[in-house]
Protein backbone atom coordinates (compact mmCIF):
# COMPACT_ATOMS: atom_id res chain seq x y z
CA UNK A 1 0.00 0.00 0.00
CA UNK A 2 1.23 3.41 -0.34
CA UNK A 3 1.18 5.83 2.16
CA UNK A 4 0.43 10.13 2.35
CA UNK A 5 2.80 12.32 3.56
CA UNK A 6 0.78 15.42 5.66
CA UNK A 7 2.06 18.72 4.71
CA UNK A 8 3.28 20.90 7.36
CA UNK A 9 3.56 24.03 5.30
CA UNK A 10 0.50 26.58 4.45
CA UNK A 11 -0.94 26.44 0.96
CA UNK A 12 0.62 29.44 -0.88
CA UNK A 13 -2.13 31.09 -2.50
CA UNK A 14 -0.79 30.51 -6.07
CA UNK A 15 -2.60 28.85 -9.50
CA UNK A 16 -1.52 25.48 -7.88
CA UNK A 17 -3.88 26.05 -4.92
CA UNK A 18 -6.79 26.50 -7.33
CA UNK A 19 -5.98 23.51 -9.14
CA UNK A 20 -6.75 19.83 -8.97
CA UNK A 21 -4.14 17.16 -8.73
CA UNK A 22 -6.49 15.22 -11.22
CA UNK A 23 -6.62 18.51 -13.88
CA UNK A 24 -3.07 17.08 -14.66
CA UNK A 25 -2.47 13.82 -13.82
CA UNK A 26 -1.69 10.86 -15.96
CA UNK A 27 -4.20 8.19 -15.95
CA UNK A 28 -2.17 5.36 -17.49
CA UNK A 29 0.09 3.78 -14.84
CA UNK A 30 3.03 1.34 -15.93
CA UNK A 31 3.23 -1.71 -13.72
CA UNK A 32 5.30 -4.78 -13.39
CA UNK A 33 4.75 -7.60 -10.51
CA UNK A 34 7.23 -7.66 -7.79
CA UNK A 35 8.72 -10.91 -9.08
CA UNK A 36 9.84 -9.77 -12.57
CA UNK A 37 13.55 -9.10 -12.83
CA UNK A 38 15.54 -5.55 -13.43
CA UNK A 39 15.99 -6.17 -17.17
CA UNK A 40 12.27 -6.30 -17.71
CA UNK A 41 11.69 -2.74 -15.48
CA UNK A 42 14.76 -1.30 -17.89
CA UNK A 43 12.88 -2.58 -20.95
CA UNK A 44 9.42 -1.22 -19.81
CA UNK A 45 10.76 1.75 -18.69
CA UNK A 46 12.82 2.74 -22.33
CA UNK A 47 8.94 1.38 -24.39
CA UNK A 48 6.70 3.70 -22.39
CA UNK A 49 9.32 6.77 -22.30
CA UNK A 50 8.80 6.75 -18.49
CA UNK A 51 11.29 7.45 -15.71
CA UNK A 52 9.50 4.60 -13.40
CA UNK A 53 7.59 1.55 -12.98
CA UNK A 54 5.31 0.84 -10.20
CA UNK A 55 6.06 -2.55 -8.89
CA UNK A 56 2.51 -4.06 -7.49
CA UNK A 57 1.59 -7.00 -5.32
CA UNK A 58 -0.39 -10.26 -5.63
CA UNK A 59 -3.95 -8.15 -4.89
CA UNK A 60 -2.39 -5.07 -7.87
CA UNK A 61 -2.10 -2.82 -4.77
CA UNK A 62 1.30 -0.51 -4.95
CA UNK A 63 4.33 -2.57 -3.09
CA UNK A 64 7.20 -0.20 -4.31
CA UNK A 65 9.29 1.33 -7.21
CA UNK A 66 11.79 1.10 -9.17
CA UNK A 67 13.16 4.21 -10.72
CA UNK A 68 16.25 4.97 -13.02
CA UNK A 69 18.03 5.80 -9.72
CA UNK A 70 17.13 1.91 -8.74
CA UNK A 71 18.13 0.89 -11.77
CA UNK A 72 21.66 2.54 -11.89
CA UNK A 73 22.59 2.16 -8.20
CA UNK A 74 21.79 -1.83 -9.60
CA UNK A 75 24.16 -1.16 -12.31
CA UNK A 76 27.01 0.50 -9.79
CA UNK A 77 26.61 -3.19 -7.54
CA UNK A 78 27.28 -4.85 -11.20
CA UNK A 79 24.07 -6.90 -9.61
CA UNK A 80 22.73 -9.28 -12.36
CA UNK A 81 19.70 -8.37 -14.94
CA UNK A 82 18.02 -11.21 -13.53
CA UNK A 83 17.73 -9.97 -9.68
CA UNK A 84 13.76 -9.57 -8.75
CA UNK A 85 12.40 -6.39 -8.60
CA UNK A 86 11.59 -7.08 -4.81
CA UNK A 87 15.05 -6.95 -4.11
CA UNK A 88 15.84 -3.57 -5.16
CA UNK A 89 12.30 -1.45 -4.78
CA UNK A 90 12.38 1.48 -3.32
CA UNK A 91 9.29 1.33 -0.47
CA UNK A 92 6.87 2.67 0.55
CA UNK A 93 4.97 4.36 -2.21
CA UNK A 94 4.11 7.87 -1.89
CA UNK A 95 0.84 8.79 -3.07
CA UNK A 96 -2.04 11.40 -3.05
CA UNK A 97 -5.61 11.76 -3.96
CA UNK A 98 -7.09 12.99 -7.20
CA UNK A 99 -8.82 15.51 -5.13
CA UNK A 100 -5.71 16.99 -3.73
CA UNK A 101 -4.60 20.36 -4.89
CA UNK A 102 -1.48 20.21 -7.68
CA UNK A 103 -0.10 22.73 -4.90
CA UNK A 104 -0.24 20.15 -1.81
CA UNK A 105 0.99 17.47 -4.53
CA UNK A 106 3.99 19.25 -5.43
CA UNK A 107 4.46 20.23 -1.53
CA UNK A 108 4.67 16.32 -0.90
CA UNK A 109 6.78 15.52 -3.25
CA UNK A 110 9.29 18.33 -2.71
CA UNK A 111 9.54 17.50 0.83
CA UNK A 112 9.49 13.72 -0.16
CA UNK A 113 12.86 14.78 -2.57
CA UNK A 114 10.70 12.55 -5.46
CA UNK A 115 10.15 13.10 -9.00
CA UNK A 116 6.68 11.40 -9.59
CA UNK A 117 3.76 11.08 -7.38
CA UNK A 118 1.18 8.05 -7.38
CA UNK A 119 -2.40 8.85 -7.31
CA UNK A 120 -4.65 6.43 -5.60
CA UNK A 121 -8.61 5.88 -4.76
CA UNK A 122 -10.16 5.23 -1.89
CA UNK A 123 -9.14 1.49 -2.34
CA UNK A 124 -5.66 1.77 -2.76
CA UNK A 125 -5.14 1.42 -5.78
CA UNK A 126 -2.83 3.60 -8.74
CA UNK A 127 -5.17 5.36 -11.04
CA UNK A 128 -2.62 8.20 -12.26
CA UNK A 129 0.77 9.60 -12.11
CA UNK A 130 1.69 13.13 -11.52
CA UNK A 131 5.25 14.06 -12.53
CA UNK A 132 6.91 17.49 -13.13
CA UNK A 133 6.18 16.96 -16.41
CA UNK A 134 2.85 16.80 -16.30
CA UNK A 135 2.52 19.97 -13.97
CA UNK A 136 4.61 21.99 -16.55
CA UNK A 137 2.75 20.97 -19.11
CA UNK A 138 -0.55 22.00 -17.98
CA UNK A 139 1.19 25.76 -16.63
CA UNK A 140 1.92 25.61 -20.24
CA UNK A 141 -1.21 25.63 -21.37
CA UNK A 142 -2.13 28.78 -19.15
CA UNK A 143 0.70 30.62 -20.32
CA UNK A 144 -0.42 30.05 -24.22
CA UNK A 145 -3.78 31.29 -23.28
CA UNK A 146 -2.78 33.77 -21.11
CA UNK A 147 -2.91 37.24 -22.31
CA UNK A 148 0.32 38.26 -20.53
CA UNK A 149 1.90 35.08 -22.75
CA UNK A 150 4.72 35.13 -25.69
CA UNK A 151 1.61 34.20 -28.43
CA UNK A 152 -0.69 37.16 -27.23
CA UNK A 153 1.62 39.41 -25.08
CA UNK A 154 1.74 43.04 -25.36
CA UNK A 155 5.02 44.67 -26.20
CA UNK A 156 4.01 47.26 -23.41
CA UNK A 157 7.65 47.26 -21.08
CA UNK A 158 4.83 46.97 -18.23
CA UNK A 159 3.81 43.12 -19.45
CA UNK A 160 7.53 42.55 -20.11
CA UNK A 161 8.72 43.25 -16.40
CA UNK A 162 6.59 40.63 -15.66
CA UNK A 163 8.28 37.65 -17.31
CA UNK A 164 10.65 35.46 -15.85
CA UNK A 165 13.72 34.75 -17.99
CA UNK A 166 15.70 31.16 -17.68
CA UNK A 167 18.11 32.96 -15.73
CA UNK A 168 15.50 33.88 -12.62
CA UNK A 169 14.53 30.16 -12.75
CA UNK A 170 16.95 27.51 -13.69
CA UNK A 171 20.06 26.09 -10.92
CA UNK A 172 23.35 28.50 -11.80
CA UNK A 173 25.49 25.31 -11.91
CA UNK A 174 26.21 22.46 -13.76
CA UNK A 175 28.57 19.61 -13.22
CA UNK A 176 30.34 17.92 -15.55
CA UNK A 177 32.66 14.88 -16.35
CA UNK A 178 34.85 14.10 -19.19
CA UNK A 179 34.11 11.93 -22.00
CA UNK A 180 37.41 9.97 -21.16
CA UNK A 181 36.08 9.11 -17.73
CA UNK A 182 34.75 5.74 -16.93
CA UNK A 183 30.83 4.79 -16.32
CA UNK A 184 31.68 4.27 -12.83
CA UNK A 185 32.74 7.76 -12.51
CA UNK A 186 29.93 9.00 -14.05
CA UNK A 187 27.58 7.17 -11.38
CA UNK A 188 29.58 8.39 -8.63
CA UNK A 189 29.36 11.53 -9.68
CA UNK A 190 25.36 11.58 -10.11
CA UNK A 191 25.16 10.38 -7.21
CA UNK A 192 27.09 12.45 -4.93
CA UNK A 193 25.44 15.90 -6.23
CA UNK A 194 21.84 13.40 -7.30
CA UNK A 195 21.62 14.70 -10.71
CA UNK A 196 19.63 13.73 -13.16
CA UNK A 197 22.59 13.77 -16.36
CA UNK A 198 25.78 14.78 -16.12
CA UNK A 199 27.03 17.15 -19.36
CA UNK A 200 30.27 15.67 -21.07
CA UNK A 201 33.52 17.83 -21.90
CA UNK A 202 36.42 16.98 -23.99
CA UNK A 203 39.69 17.83 -23.18
CA UNK A 204 39.50 21.33 -24.01
CA UNK A 205 36.24 21.91 -22.23
CA UNK A 206 34.01 21.88 -25.16
CA UNK A 207 30.83 20.05 -24.31
CA UNK A 208 30.54 17.07 -25.87
CA UNK A 209 27.59 14.84 -25.25
CA UNK A 210 25.27 14.47 -22.22
CA UNK A 211 24.96 10.82 -19.66
CA UNK A 212 21.71 10.36 -18.33
CA UNK A 213 20.18 7.99 -16.30
CA UNK A 214 18.21 6.55 -19.34
CA UNK A 215 21.62 5.99 -21.19
CA UNK A 216 23.11 4.27 -18.13
CA UNK A 217 19.66 2.19 -17.76
CA UNK A 218 20.54 1.30 -21.74
CA UNK A 219 24.27 0.67 -20.87
CA UNK A 220 23.43 -1.94 -18.22
CA UNK A 221 21.07 -3.69 -20.31
CA UNK A 222 23.83 -3.95 -22.85
CA UNK A 223 26.27 -5.17 -20.57
CA UNK A 224 28.59 -2.41 -21.10
CA UNK A 225 31.21 -2.82 -18.83
CA UNK A 226 31.55 -0.22 -15.87
CA UNK A 227 34.81 0.50 -16.91
CA UNK A 228 34.21 2.00 -20.12
CA UNK A 229 34.39 5.34 -20.80
CA UNK A 230 31.88 8.13 -20.89
CA UNK A 231 32.02 8.69 -24.76
CA UNK A 232 31.11 5.06 -25.01
CA UNK A 233 27.20 5.60 -24.10
CA UNK A 234 26.95 9.55 -24.07
CA UNK A 235 24.13 11.52 -26.29
CA UNK A 236 24.41 14.54 -28.19
CA UNK A 237 24.63 17.00 -29.49
CA UNK A 238 23.70 18.59 -25.98
CA UNK A 239 20.60 20.12 -25.62
CA UNK A 240 21.02 24.22 -25.29
CA UNK A 241 19.31 27.75 -23.81
CA UNK A 242 20.29 31.19 -23.59
CA UNK A 243 19.85 32.42 -19.86
CA UNK A 244 18.21 35.75 -21.66
CA UNK A 245 15.27 33.50 -23.32
CA UNK A 246 11.78 34.14 -21.14
CA UNK A 247 11.32 31.08 -18.81
CA UNK A 248 8.04 30.25 -21.62
CA UNK A 249 10.39 29.55 -24.25
CA UNK A 250 12.66 26.94 -22.99
CA UNK A 251 9.72 25.15 -20.99
CA UNK A 252 8.08 24.76 -24.50
CA UNK A 253 11.44 23.41 -25.90
CA UNK A 254 11.66 20.69 -23.06
CA UNK A 255 7.93 19.92 -23.20
CA UNK A 256 7.64 19.50 -27.10
CA UNK A 257 10.97 18.00 -27.18
CA UNK A 258 9.85 15.31 -24.37
CA UNK A 259 13.24 16.19 -22.51
CA UNK A 260 14.13 16.72 -19.15
CA UNK A 261 16.63 19.54 -18.68
CA UNK A 262 18.72 22.27 -20.73
CA UNK A 263 22.20 23.34 -20.69
CA UNK A 264 22.01 26.94 -20.16
CA UNK A 265 24.65 29.13 -21.71
CA UNK A 266 25.14 33.02 -21.25
CA UNK A 267 27.22 34.85 -24.09
CA UNK A 268 29.59 32.65 -25.05
CA UNK A 269 28.05 29.06 -26.49
CA UNK A 270 30.56 26.97 -25.60
CA UNK A 271 30.36 27.54 -22.15
CA UNK A 272 27.36 26.41 -19.93
CA UNK A 273 26.16 28.51 -16.93
CA UNK A 274 23.34 26.59 -15.23
CA UNK A 275 20.64 23.85 -15.98
CA UNK A 276 16.70 24.49 -16.50
CA UNK A 277 15.16 21.65 -15.53
CA UNK A 278 11.15 21.16 -15.78
CA UNK A 279 11.64 20.60 -11.41
CA UNK A 280 13.16 24.53 -11.47
CA UNK A 281 9.89 25.57 -14.00
CA UNK A 282 7.68 23.69 -11.41
CA UNK A 283 9.23 25.52 -8.52
CA UNK A 284 8.18 29.32 -9.56
CA UNK A 285 4.69 27.91 -9.56
CA UNK A 286 3.38 30.53 -11.59
CA UNK A 287 3.92 29.67 -15.09
CA UNK A 288 6.18 31.50 -16.98
CA UNK A 289 5.85 35.01 -15.15
CA UNK A 290 4.08 37.02 -12.32
CA UNK A 291 0.85 36.99 -13.14
CA UNK A 292 -0.56 33.61 -12.28
CA UNK A 293 0.58 34.85 -9.16
CA UNK A 294 -1.13 38.08 -9.30
CA UNK A 295 -4.26 35.98 -9.87
CA UNK A 296 -4.60 37.48 -13.50
CA UNK A 297 -5.22 33.77 -14.34
CA UNK A 298 -8.81 32.65 -13.47
CA UNK A 299 -9.51 29.08 -13.03
CA UNK A 300 -13.06 27.36 -13.40
CA UNK A 301 -14.49 26.37 -10.14
CA UNK A 302 -14.29 23.05 -10.02
Known amino acids: MGIRLASQLQEKNTLFSKLLVEDSMRRQVITLPMDQIISSAIRTI ?10 TDGEGLPAGIITKTEIMGTYYADLPLEIPLSDIMASPVITCSPKDTLESALVTMQQAAIHRIYVTNEGGKAIGTLSYPDIVGHLYRFCCDCDYGMRKRSESSDHEKLRYS ?3 VMTPTVTTALDTDSITEVIEKLSSFQLGALLIIDESGKHAGVISKTDLAL ?12 HAIMNGPVKLCADNQPLEEGIRQMVFSEISRLFVHGSDHEVCTGVLSLSDAARTRSG ?12 KEQ
Open 288 to 299: SCQACSSARIKV
Open 219 to 230: AYCRNVPLDANA
Open 166 to 168: IKD
Open 46 to 55: IKFKVDAVLV
